[in-house]
């Protein structure tokens, strides 16, 4: 009776010393879902899924307080791909939300800019450049298309344009059999 | 001694076609007015145009230069004057516009002086011929456009064992190469040489197919002729042996692994007509201007033609003479592997092998009609010549699922179309796995804008921080001031006071002093 309990509290003893070794050895910062979430939206920090950032979003979706359809940018890939990495059924896109999101990036017309620096606050990515009274443009290969910067311009100068195609980052179509009706 | 021959898995025999063009010799055309010159003739970065508008250029002059370590420059055809720098359709499956440079001609065509011709080659180190190689804008002519320095380039501690030169051109309709080999085997087996002292390569062997007698017995008359080392071996005629690894297979038993290239098993192939640009890059100093190409099909005078650069496939046309109301398409490359041009504006480039016209009457190669539901027959997995699974990488490909498909190898397909010949479904496998392809790279690239975007927001981030606490250290900073001056001011507010206090008491003593001093003598009296 008494070696029994000696030898079972040794035990406890000695795989409870494991165990608080290994918690503190072993620590993961952080939630790594988060990051895993993070690693497949498609970084543009729109804010279009209501939350500040792609970040957010995704701390959002591991705490089960948001849905994973409600990146426009990433479209249906990234909700499938959400799907997957957190096994629940893919749910389907909302009405505005396009299945395949045409990628566009912002323009300034110069003409028309007054350098107030207000789109340069605005830009989460720091992809616009200028200062105060001095005209700005757009750096094209940063920017990721989140239109931030459209609703503080005070006289409507930037407008979205899509990427331009080019014979880099031309992609060959999805085949498509046209059927003819025989009368 | 004669060579045993290796059979790789798959192809498929068809008819070749070739009697149309490869009949009559090597045609000149007469020089167009306007030549369009695109910065992007070959696989790598476009190269940068190094002329300005207005600027007069001279025949073989570079007027752009390659950008990059893949990168090939451009060069005048012709001498003219240089009237545009804009984008213009290039000969591309998307029919996009690309930048050009457009020499209008002066009708001289005289040459530049920057010819250095050299007899023997082994003036120069291996090295010096890679960067003259370089400098002539030579990339392979066999229709990929890989600049051709890079493939001439051996490792320090690689051997080059055999040195190939393709001469098999199995694709229907071509027949460019067959009549290079014919009327210029001595210029292909120089500019062999050539590739053989860069390379060091201990043996040259020059594959032909079965079907161009004529060619194999030029080359092997030009070899006795020029007295050097060189096989010349017939290969069966079967599609697509002229693909590299097919050749390499067929004369080494050699399988190239996926993701390797064939000089870490020893082996480089080159085409023929690279070997001829080679000859003539280091031998007459001439840069790459010009290529023979190809017209076949609906056309009134089928052949081969040799065109400077830039010449448009309508002024080419216009000269063979074709029926416009007849024609169907017009395809650039041969008909397994070549694309249709939407429109006929389009400049004439290193890679432009070959210009099929089609109509109703000629024979098509693969079926047009509507594509059935596939049976899972097989077919295609027995044609495949790289052992691939196709009608696997057809369902992936389909229903998008492209992990699946790099799984089964996507990526090791050579887009030969032998699976699209034999379906008997008529599915166009071959567009399914370059929708397929092109779709993951651009996956990857969206990929590496999103981890870019994401480290200039955390940085932004960061930097928002980091300047809010600046601002509030800065706040704090000037507080402490603020106090350290007030506590300055209390001590000598403190010193007033007290200085004030001593007044006053002094003057109080003062006043009881006096009032003592004036009740004195009261008291007294």
């Keep these: ?149 459209i609703p503080p311009c005070p006289v409507d100068c930037i407008i979205m344009q899509p990427v331009k195609q080019e014979t880099r980052n031309w992609k060959w179509p999805y085949p498509v059999q046209t059927l003819e009706l025989r009368k | 001694m004669i060579r045993q021959l290796f059979r790789y898995k798959g192809g498929v025999k068809l008819s070749d076609h070739k009697q149309e063009s490869s009949s009559q010799p090597i045609q000149k055309v007469t020089l167009p007015k306007r030549l369009i010159l695109p910065l992007q003739q070959h696989i790598g970065a476009p190269a940068s145009a190094i002329v300005s508008v207005g600027e007069r250029v001279l025949k073989g002059q570079m007027i752009a230069k390659s950008d990059g370590h893949i990168s090939a420059p451009v060069h005048a055809s012709t001498s003219g004057r240089v009237v545009e720098i804009t984008d213009f359709a290039i000969p591309h499956p998307s029919g996009l516009k690309a930048p050009c440079i457009v020499i209008e001609s002066d009708g001289n065509d005289a040459w530049c002086d920057h010819r250095k011709p050299v007899d023997d080659c082994h003036h120069y180190t291996p090295e010096q011929i890679r960067e003259h190689i370089r400098h002539a804008g030579v990339v392979g002519l066999g229709g990929a456009g890989f600049p051709s320095f890079l493939k001439l380039t051996v490792g320090s501690e690689r051997v080059v064992e055999t040195l190939i030169l393709n001469g098999a051109e199995c694709e229907p309709f071509i027949s460019c190469d067959d009549r290079l080999m014919r009327e210029r085997a001595e210029e292909i087996i120089k500019g062999l040489m050539v590739m053989q002292h860069a390379l060091v390569a201990k043996a040259c062997v020059i594959g032909v197919e079965e079907n161009k007698p004529e060619a194999a017995a030029a080359l092997r008359s030009a070899i006795s002729a020029l007295a050097v080392e060189v096989e010349v071996v017939e290969v069966p005629t079967l599609y697509p042996t002229g693909g590299e690894k097919q050749l390499i297979k067929i004369l080494t038993n050699k399988e190239i692994p996926p993701k390797t290239l064939p000089i870490e098993k020893r082996v480089v192939v080159h085409n023929v007509g690279t070997a001829a640009a080679v000859y ?215 010193a007033i006071e007290e200085a004030m206090a001593r007044v006053k008491a002094k003057k109080q003593q003062q006043e009881a002093n006096v009032s003592a001093s004036k009740t004195e003598p009261g008291d007294n009296t």
């Design chain 1, 1 to 149: 009776m008494l070696s029994a309990i000696i030898v079972l509290t040794l035990l406890a003893t000695v795989f409870g010393l494991i165990l608080g070794f290994a918690a503190i050895r072993f620590k993961v910062e952080g939630d790594p879902i988060v990051d895993q979430i993070d690693s497949l939206l498609p970084q543009t920090q729109c804010g279009q899924c209501t939350y500040p950032g792609c970040r957010p979003y995704a701390q959002a979706i591991a705490n089960a307080e948001a849905n994973i359809n409600q990146c426009p940018p990433g479209g249906e890939t990234t909700m499938l791909a959400l799907a997957d990495l957190l096994g629940v059924d893919p749910l389907p896109l909302g009405a505005e939300h396009q299945a395949e999101p045409e990628a566009t990036v912002a323009f300034i017309i110069e003409d028309t800019c007054i350098g107030c620096t207000l789109c340069i606050q605005a830009c989460p990515v720091d992809a616009i450049l200028g200062a105060a009274k001095q005209m700005h443009t757009v750096i094209e290969s940063e920017c990721t298309g989140c239109e931030l910067c």
């Design chain 2, 280 to 494: 003539r890059a280091i031998c007459l100093g001439e840069p790459l201007i010009s290529r023979v190409i190809t017209i076949a099909g609906a056309v009134k005078k089928p052949g081969n033609y040799e065109i400077p650069f830039g010449i448009s496939a309508a002024q080419l046309l216009e000269q063979v003479g074709i029926e416009e109301e007849s024609v169907e398409r017009i395809i650039h490359g041969g008909p397994m592997m070549g694309f249709a041009l939407n429109t006929l504006d389009v400049p004439l480039i290193k890679t432009s092998n070959c210009l099929l016209v089609t109509d109703p009457n000629t024979v098509p190669l693969r079926n047009k009609q509507l594509a059935l539901a596939c049976i899972r027959c097989g077919s295609c997995a027995d044609v495949c010549p790289i052992n691939l699974l196709p009608q696997q990488l057809y369902w992936h490909s389909r229903a998008k699922d492209f992990d699946k498909a790099q799984d089964y190898n996507l990526f090791d397909c050579i887009e030969c179309g032998c699976c699209d010949y034999v379906c008997p479904s008529q599915i166009p496998l071959v567009q399914y796995f370059r929708f397929a392809k092109t779709s993951i790279w651009q996956a990857e690239q969206d990929k590496k804008q999103a981890e870019l975007a994401k480290e200039r927001h955390e940085f932004r981030q960061f930097r928002i921080e980091r300047e809010k606490a600046e601002k509030k250290a800065r706040h704090k900073a000037k507080a402490a001031k603020v106090a350290a001056k007030n506590v300055g001011a209390d001590d000598k507010k403190k």
